[in-house]
């Protein structure tokens, strides 16, 4: 009685060897280190760059090891996190900014042969690794500006159909719209007409003689309406950016008027995190401009491509956009009928009929796909008090993708061609399907913080694991003897096997996971203190040792299941409708109540028949 075959105590020490395996990673603690990426994902870091690197944090007196070239990217690995943000500044200068990302970054010790079984640390919550903070600023002017351009051509055409003839209509200062006219009553029929037609404009007259002038400016009202949406729908698309990058528990949320501040836990790759979301990449297409277009209404763009660059430098596009990349409702990467990659879009309603009206008229002439991407770069200038103070320096790329000869009218789906590379598609269906960005914005900070609740939290988190477990595992001891030896063997199995499914699954621990590991530590105890209750009741009754165990473990079992099942409700309830820290609770429990079922059952029941199975026994120790 109470012997297990032989196969049941291999299967249990194979569940504990694989526990053993995917917990130990946890025990290696990274280093600290910068990484090196490219703007593009089609730039290639090599030798070289990890080379010029080295030398610049030689020059500044930061000691480094271990430079590892990988296929995108470059990673140092530094002595302190308090000379990464030195590290940082000094790489970044001897590289620039036009063409690399430095970012910091934790570099995994992990030995490889456990990487190459899958094995990997838990993923720490921002309270607990911390992570990497941007602070970013939304250029809202931008959007301000824009808005202006799109008023600027409505007003020339309200202008025309309402015969109100202008001298000319111009943009100045990217604010303000000003319309000349030769006499009063066109600038009379004008006013009428604007004050008709853009209700959220401000207007005011100007000027005397032959020069009247009519001079429009958006409303402070209509300013903030435009900023706000701009910031809101950046929010929006950062918070899609970061979930295509796949981070743990990130914090994206709007700080003031103006500004965003992302927050990504215990991420692994700041470098293509930063270079992601800081992109400002949109898309817009237009008809190439016929040759005797007039200069107003076309503009001249080169080409991205190198090659096509130095073969055919450029070609005029219409000024006119058809649609752009805020249309998009999904993009993913393909391959056309040579093997090239391509981005295959799809637009919303809205734009698929301005885009079917546009190609169904030039049938037979040839489209542009123009590629916009914004850049601010730091640079320094002296203030008016003579200081010097770093701004950022915005820079704005256009250029042609591909040229492409409209052969039918296009509708909602169609596919975007020449691009340089299978990267450099894939990072630009990212991009459109994650959505446009309102406004470019660039980053004001960038820092790895500490636990957002303090190390002493932290330490009083992780102390009340400890002397939890202490506790649990002497009063097992005083009152059930061998058998609380053997819940406590089971307990430690249980404890192993909990932090190897979080850490194979991927999930965040935070602090209120770890309350939840202290709640698992009793629950897995109570399944033992049915089980010996159980066994003591039998033997008060008079029923023999042998007897009494097997009883035990057999009539507590169905208890045991119930009990924790309706906990396991509770649990996936909890996920099901919190979010963050109440999300990091029901993982940890739901986990935890798993392993302990088959700990407290199988592992116990084990320890117990080794000690007493087969045996002629007289007494229990319980």
């Known amino acids: 009685m109470n012997r297990y075959p032989i196969w049941k105590y291999f299967l249990i020490l194979a569940v504990v060897a694989f526990g053993l395996m995917y917990a130990a990673p946890n025990l290696y603690k990274p280093d600290p280190a910068v990484q090196i990426s490219g703007q593009s994902s089609a730039l290639t870091i090599g030798p070289d760059v990890l080379a010029n690197a080295q030398k610049a944090l030689d020059e500044a007196g930061i000691a480094h090891f271990g430079g590892e070239v990988g296929d995108k990217s470059v990673l140092i690995r530094l002595n302190s996190m308090e000379e990464q943000l030195p590290a940082k500044e000094a790489i970044q200068k001897a590289l620039g900014t036009t063409n690399y990302v430095v970012a910091l970054n934790l570099a995994s010790t992990t030995p490889q042969w456990m990487k190459d079984i899958g094995a990997s640390p838990m993923k720490l919550g921002l309270d607990l690794a911390g992570g990497v903070h941007f602070l970013m600023e939304v250029d809202t002017n931008t959007i301000v500006k824009n808005n202006m351009e799109s008023y600027e051509q409505e007003v020339k055409s309200k202008l025309r159909e309402a015969k109100a003839r202008y001298r000319n209509v111009e943009l100045v200062d990217d604010r303000e719209i000003i319309a000349r006219f030769r006499n009063d009553e066109l600038r009379s029929r004008a006013m009428s007409t604007l004050r008709k037609e853009f209700p959220q404009l ?24 435009l900023e706000d949406y701009a910031v809101t729908q950046n929010l929006t698309t950062l918070r899609n950016r970061v979930n295509e990058l796949g981070v743990a528990e990130p914090i994206v949320q709007r700080q003031g008027r103006n500004r965003i501040v992302v927050e990504l836990p215990g991420v692994q790759d700041t470098a293509e995190a930063k270079r992601i979301i800081g992109k400002t990449a949109n898309l817009e297409y237009r008809m190439e401009a016929r040759p005797d277009e007039l200069v107003s209404n076309k503009e001249y763009f080169e080409y991205r491509d190198e090659r096509q660059a130095q073969m055919y430098g450029g070609a005029w596009l219409e000024r006119q956009i058809i649609i752009k990349g805020d249309s998009v409702t999904n993009a993913r990467v393909g391959y056309d009928e040579s093997g090239f990659p391509q981005v295959n879009i799809t637009l919303d309603a809205r734009g698929g009929e301005m885009m079917h009206r546009a190609t169904w008229k030039n049938v037979g002439r040839r489209m542009g796909t123009l590629f916009i991407e914004t850049r601010f770069e730091p640079v320094t200038e002296i203030d008016e008090n003579g200081n010097e103070v770093t701004v950022q320096k915005r820079t704005e790329e256009k250029k042609i993708i591909n040229l492409a000869t409209v052969q039918s009218a296009l509708g909602k789906q169609f596919r975007t061609t020449g ?30 913080i500490g636990p957002s609740l303090g190390a002493d939290n932290i330490k009083v988190g992780v102390q009340s694991v400890q002397i939890g477990l202490l506790a649990v595992i002497i009063c097992m001891l005083i009152s059930y003897r061998v058998f609380g030896l053997a819940a406590n063997l089971a307990l430690a199995v249980n404890m192993i096997l909990l932090v190897a499914v979080m850490s194979l699954l991927g999930a965040t621990l935070t602090l209120p996971g770890i309350a939840g590991i202290v709640l698992t530590v009793g629950m897995a105890v109570d399944a033992n203190v049915l089980i010996f209750s159980r066994i003591r009741e039998e033997l008060r009754n008079g029923m023999p040792p042998q007897t009494a165990i ?12 119930d009990a924790n099942i309706t906990t396991l409700i509770v649990a996936v309830i909890l996920y099901a409708i919190g979010s963050g820290p109440v999300q990091g609770f029901a993982v940890t429990l739901s986990i935890g109540i798993l392993t302990s079922m088959f700990s407290a059952i199988m592992g116990t029941r084990a320890i117990v028949n080794l000690f007493y199975g087969g045996r002629r026994v007289q007494k229990l120790w319980i």
């Open 202 to 225: 401000q207007l005011r007259e100007s000027g005397s003689g032959e020069n009247l002038e009519i001079r429009a400016t958006l409303t402070d009202q209509e300013i903030k309406q």
């Open 419 to 448: 691009l340089d590379s299978p990267a450099e598609a894939q990072e630009l269906a990212l991009l459109l399907r994650a959505g446009a960005l309102a406004a470019p914005m660039y980053f004001v900070e960038e820092r790895v």
């Open 550 to 561: 097997s009883a035990g473990f057999d009539n507590a079992y169905s208890t045991i299941v």
